[in-house]
């Protein structure tokens, strides 16, 4: 439908953005919340630089290994190099990372809202910062769950004990062998719930939560929705940035508004209907939450 070239960056003053977007929050029927990563990021959870250098300068050392995005994708020789990588990622993203602002500043802005949050996210940071399990649906998995590598079942499970024990015990960037988590059904070794292949888990919580998010949207397709997409990069785009376009399309009372930092562009088709703010999400925020006082 939309042109990959026809796209459209708004125009008009950073604050007249600022001050429409806090009435169309305030105005709005709904609102359906898509976060990605550059959200994290502008909580300060970065994956590359003096973050990374802080948890992992012995696996750049050792692997040259330079961010913890491309760690996950190493090929480490043993699984008890693997797990001591993947534990402490999980550790630090995951269980120690706290709660960013821009998702507490969030929730202070929409928590009055009929609201529902569809994020690739997997850092569980909206339910650290108090959202409604029940109006989340994080499409890609949790850091917080493992599942079969085969994977022979559809059932995940929870991590942090093990993990802390990983992270604890761990010498020269090793776990011990007793400690790689296995299968309790076949005994193959386990994977961290993520998207990464069709190998993927979407255990019952996933199903439920696909289908809370799928009768939200049936419920308000014809109401003054505002379509929030935060920090929503190039890598998939088909499963927050794509949708949002089509259905601020099919609804004229519809508003799609895009932050990110030097990726907020939208469609020439939906342009009256769009606020694209090229800035940073948590100071967005902020200024929002000024002009209510």
Known sequence: MFLRTSTYKSTGTYLDKIDRLKKEVETADAIVIGAGAGLSASAGMSYSGERFEK????FHRKYGI???YSGGFYPF????EYWAWWSRHILVNR???GVGKPYTDLLELVKEKDYFVLTTNVDHQFQLAGFDKKRLFYTQGDYGLWQCSRPCHSKTYDNEEAVRK????QKDMKISSEQIPRCPICGAPMNVNLRCDSTF???QGWHRAAEQYNDFIRRHENLHVLFLELGVGANTPVIIKYPFWRMTAKNPKAVYVCINQG???CPKEIESQSVCINGDINTVF???LQRQE
């Open 95 to 97: 269980y120690e990372a």
């Open 166 to 169: 990983m992270v604890d015990e």
């Open 77 to 80: 020789d043993t699984l008890e």
């Open 201 to 203: 888990v979407e255990d």
């Open 263 to 265: 990726e907020a562009f």
């Open 286 to 288: 902020e200024k929002i």
């Open 55 to 58: 948890y992992f300068s012995d």
């Open 66 to 68: 330079t961010d913890m």
